[in-house]
């Protein structure tokens, strides 16, 4: 009776982890910008950070030459003065890759020259793994006046102003988008 309620508890375990496993996600920090000083400063980094899901046991992978990059953990008060003095941990062989094994806030920088000044900093939160989550309800069409009441034109930091434009918003098939110039 025991080496069965052993088992049933083996199990119960296993298929856990193998859920925890599964539910594992890897991120590439950027994408295909990867780890650099962005051109138009940290907002790069902030849009691709609130279109993504962070949970614990994900990994965060930093791409970037390493002759020129590097990237560090560091806290809270660190990140926001661009201070490398003491970092939590510093990597400077790409790709580096964090595991993210704790709820709560990460800070990453990097430290060569004013990079950190320039907007190669990256602050992302991490929940519980937070299971599936149901279908939205379906809505009409919506209209967009692209780039709001600028309109359409070749801005400063070029594609990044019109993906900080769109980064908050979902667009579905029937939705309208009107282009001023």
Same mark, same amino acid.
């Given at each position: 009776?025991?080496?069965? =309620? /052993?088992?049933?508890? #083996?199990?119960?375990?296993?298929?856990? =982890?193998? $859920?925890?496993?599964?539910?594992? +996600?890897?991120? %590439? &920090?950027?994408?295909?910008? /990867?780890?650099?000083?962005?051109?138009?400063?940290?907002?790069?980094? $902030?849009?691709?950070?609130?279109? $993504? +899901?962070?949970?614990?046991?994900?990994? =965060?992978?930093?791409?970037?030459?390493?002759?020129?990059?590097?990237?560090?953990?560091?806290?809270?008060?660190?990140?926001?003065?661009?201070?490398?003095?003491?970092?939590?941990?510093?990597?400077?062989?790409?790709?580096?890759?964090?595991? #993210?094994?704790?709820? /709560?806030?990460?800070?990453?920088?990097? +430290?060569?020259?004013?990079?950190?000044?320039?907007? $190669?900093? #990256?602050? %992302?939160? &991490?929940?519980?793994?937070?299971?599936?989550?149901?279908?939205?309800?379906?809505?009409?069409?919506?209209?967009?006046?692209?780039?709001?009441? =600028?309109?359409?034109?070749?801005?400063?930091?070029?594609? #990044?102003?019109?993906?900080?434009?769109?980064?908050?918003?979902?667009?579905?098939? /029937?939705?309208?988008?009107?282009?001023?110039?």
């Amino acid at each position: 009776m025991a080496r069965g =309620l /052993g088992l049933a508890i #083996l199990a119960i375990t296993a298929a856990g =982890l193998l $859920q925890l496993i599964a539910s594992q +996600t890897t991120h %590439i &920090v950027g994408d295909g910008l /990867g780890w650099l000083v962005p051109p138009g400063g940290p907002i790069a980094y $902030q849009i691709w950070a609130d279109t $993504q +899901t962070f949970t614990v046991g994900d990994i =965060l992978v930093f791409k970037f030459s390493d002759e020129n990059q590097d990237v560090a953990r560091v806290t809270k008060e660190a990140f926001k003065s661009c201070n490398s003095t003491n970092p939590i941990s510093l990597k400077s062989n790409s790709p580096a890759n964090f595991t #993210l094994d704790s709820i /709560g806030e990460y800070y990453f920088i990097g +430290t060569k020259e004013d990079h950190c000044t320039f907007g $190669q900093k #990256l602050a %992302i939160n &991490v929940t519980e793994y937070p299971g599936p989550t149901p279908s939205p309800a379906p809505r009409g069409p919506v209209s967009y006046a692209v780039g709001d009441k =600028l309109g359409w034109f070749v801005p400063p930091g070029g594609p #990044l102003f019109y993906s900080a434009w769109a980064y908050d918003k979902t667009f579905e098939v /029937g939705d309208n988008l009107g282009m001023k110039s």
